[in-house]
């Protein structure tokens, strides 16, 4: 039996030209480091419904799952193989707010050419991926190399 891959989501809700961002705290994984609000999906969960839950839980914004436009896919090596989805709310409800101190510490908006310097450098990869849909494989040895 093969165990499954953990699959993050991540939510990029743009405000006048900008993105939100969460610098995480007090958990242990990237502590510190600003992050696009988002988490883990949840067995029996849709990606969709991961990226709406996540960004109510961790900053209090509303958005509808058909609201949510794919960007692109992180299969990343980290402490293990991991894939993480990247969805943008363009449209969303209310004002962000820390709902989860133990776990961030900050919300700010950046222009997403001026990301702070200490950013998740695989959401900063993301950011930075141009138009959607992409694909991104980060941390994996090309084929061919030692």
Request: proline letters at 6%.
């Amino acid at each position: 039996m093969h165990a499954g891959i953990p699959t993050g989501v991540h939510v990029l809700c743009r405000r006048e030209g900008r993105v939100l961002l969460m610098r995480r705290a007090g958990t242990g994984f990237f502590d510190g480091l600003f992050s696009l609000p988002g988490g883990h999906v949840e067995p029996g969960e849709s990606v969709r419904a991961a990226a709406r839950r996540e960004l109510r839980e961790e900053t209090g914004l509303e958005v509808e799952e058909g609201e949510l436009a794919w960007l692109g896919v992180v299969h990343r090596r980290s402490d293990t193989n991991r894939i993480d989805f990247f969805l943008a709310a363009e449209r969303f409800s209310g004002e962000p707010a820390i709902l989860e101190p133990h776990k961030c510490d900050r919300l700010e908006w950046h222009a997403p050419g001026a990301l702070p310097e200490r950013t998740v450098e695989y959401v900063r990869a993301a950011l930075a991926a141009g138009p959607a849909p992409w694909i991104l494989e980060l941390g994996w040895k090309e084929a061919g190399t030692a």
